[in-house]
């Protein structure tokens, strides 16, 4: 089987051409033609014709392919379901915000945190994607948009935030932000691009030093042991005080905090006493949090609080002079919000 070609990062990209005695300004030609361009056809920019012969030969240019699409009514959320060359099923969402977008990318099939409030998590992790199945997430809903939307092919956010365990799949999550960040690349901004973690010790260990300066955000949900492991089981594991740790070990510039995200669940984490001890826990932290009201989905054993709750819990970490975002939902009418993404029907289909 051929090698992608969107599974090479620059400089892997600039080896294959050393070793090959291509010219060396193939690199940035063909970088600039798939992914600042984006063009899905064959280059056509200044490049030979033996050096175009050599990589059809020897690499495959081949996206994931989208398989439906689902838009909100509500709000111009769009949700992918790709599909895979082995037939598993991932979902990838554009999230509008003034007519550009963010876009929360899978990085895995399935997840194995398997966490308690999470549609994802019932479907056990499957595989790891590649790097090229994670970029091509990010070019296939590019072109969509200049299909369907054109003049609004303005993805300036990412966030792995999509199924999976970011940190479980960390060299292709990391060479995928390679490119992404590649000046010869997409040029989406460092500042821009956001990993989020159910807390993965073995992956925060890495962090700082293979993955400097893309944003961090971690899924928190309790600050008391107990209630965590019953939302993250890895929690036992990997407990909260060595999660944050290694997080705090971040080096940050002025502009840059650690993202906490916390899932407001009625009458389960959503109490004052819950809000205190988890201002008490963040306070000095370079912290910003993000608070996500449980978004439900079918089977779900949890429930989201009355708005009224929300904003007493927010007002009590605003006491603590936290900065604090409650996250509004977008896409539910297609079950395109926060920890709804399941793709498991892939299983079926693939059975019958
Ligand atoms: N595995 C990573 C990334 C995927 S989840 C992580 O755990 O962070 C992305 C975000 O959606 C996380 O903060 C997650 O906790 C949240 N989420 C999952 N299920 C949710 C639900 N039902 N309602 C609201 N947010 C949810």
Same mark, same amino acid.
């Given at each position: 089987m051929k090698r992608s070609f969107y599974d090479l990062n620059y400089s892997d990209l600039d080896a294959v051409i050393k070793q090959n005695n291509l010219n060396p300004s193939v690199a940035a030609v063909l970088f600039n033609w798939h992914? =600042? =361009? =984006? #063009?899905?056809?064959q280059c056509r920019d200044n490049i030979s014709k033996s050096s175009l012969d050599f990589f059809e030969q020897h690499f495959d240019f081949s996206l994931p392919e989208i398989d439906t699409v689902q838009e909100s009514k509500k709000d111009r959320t769009v949700k992918f379901l790709f599909k895979l060359k082995d037939n598993h099923k991932i979902e990838t969402v554009l999230i509008p915000f003034n007519n550009k977008y963010s876009i929360c990318l899978s990085s895995q099939v399935g997840c194995a945190m398997n966490c308690s409030f999470c549609f994802t998590g019932e479907q056990g992790l499957k595989r790891n994607l590649a790097t090229s199945e994670i970029i091509g997430q990010f070019l296939k809903a590019w072109r969509w948009l200049a299909t369907n939307r054109p003049g609004e092919e303005r993805i300036l956010n990412v966030v792995?935030? &999509?199924? &999976? #365990?970011p940190l479980h799949n960390f060299d292709a999550v990391k060479k995928a932000c390679e490119i992404f960040l590649s000046?010869? +690349?997409?040029?989406? +901004?460092?500042?821009k691009i956001t990993v989020s973690t159910a807390g993965y010790v073995p992956g925060l260990k890495r962090w700082s030093q293979e993955i400097p300066g893309v944003n961090l955000a971690l899924s928190l949900h309790s600050p008391f042991a107990e209630k965590r492991n019953e939302l993250i089981p890895i929690n036992r594991k990997y407990p909260l005080d060595e999660v944050l740790s290694y997080i705090d070990k971040i080096p940050l510039n002025k502009k840059q905090f650690i993202t906490y995200e916390y899932i407001l669940i009625k009458d389960f984490n959503d109490s004052p006493d819950d809000a205190k001890k988890l201002g008490m826990l963040l306070t000095g932290k370079s912290a910003y949090i993000n608070l996500i009201p449980f978004n439900e989905f079918p089977g779900a054993r949890y429930e989201r609080p009355e708005s009224d709750k929300v904003e007493q819990f927010k007002a009590i970490l605003d006491t603590f002079r936290i900065p604090t975002l409650t996250r509004g939902v977008k896409g539910d009418d297609v079950l395109a919000a926060c920890g709804q993404l399941n793709s498991r029907n892939e299983i079926t289909i693939k059975t019958n």
């Open positions: 992914y =600042k =361009k =984006k #063009e899905n056809t792995f935030m &999509g199924q &999976g #365990e000046q010869h +690349g997409t040029s989406v +901004g460092v500042q």
